[in-house]
C-alpha cells in the first residue's frame, strides 16, 4: 500500500481486512509464504519467484502478463490483480521490513521468525493454564 505506492488504498494492498460488522470484528490476512508456493507453481511464464532470504513471493513486474493463475491458484485469496496496472498484487514482504507490522497501532500483527512465534505462543498457553490453575485454587 504505502511502501509500493505512496497512497493508501484497499485495492492495492498486499494485507487484507475482512470486517464482521454485527461482531464489530477486522480479522487481518497476511501472505503465508508458502514453502511449496502455490502461486509461483501457477505462473505459465514463471514470473514468481522466492525470494531466498525473506520468503516472500516476488513478482517480475517485466515478465508478469496479468493472466491471473496465481490469483486462483491462491488459497488463502492473498494474490490479486492491481487495478490499474492489471499485473500482479502478492506482498513481498517490502523487502523484509514489512510496512503494515509498523504502522499497526495496536500491535496486533507481527513480523518474527516462525520457530520464535511458536515457542512464544506455546510460553502463553502455559501461562495461561498456569493461571487458571491458580484462580481455580483460590476459589476452592
Ligand atoms: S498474473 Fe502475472 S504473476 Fe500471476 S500467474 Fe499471471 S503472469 Fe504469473
Ligand atoms: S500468495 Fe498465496 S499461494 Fe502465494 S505464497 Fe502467499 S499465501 Fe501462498
Known sequence: MLYHERRFGTATARIHVSKVEPLGIDC??????????????????GALQKDERTGAVLL?????????????????GMAALHPESGLAL????CGGDPACVKRCATGAIAYEETGAAAQAKRDRLVARAHQEALNAGGEG
Open 28 to 45: 487481518p490476512h497476511v501472505c503465508r509464504l508458502c514453502w511449496r508456493a502455490p502461486c509461483i507453481a501457477a505462473c505459465p511464464i
Open 60 to 76: 517480475g513486474v517485466e515478465e508478469c502478463i496479468g493472466c491471473s493463475a496465481c490469483v486462483d491458484a491462491c488459497p488463502f
Open 90 to 93: 502478492i506482498c513481498d514482504l
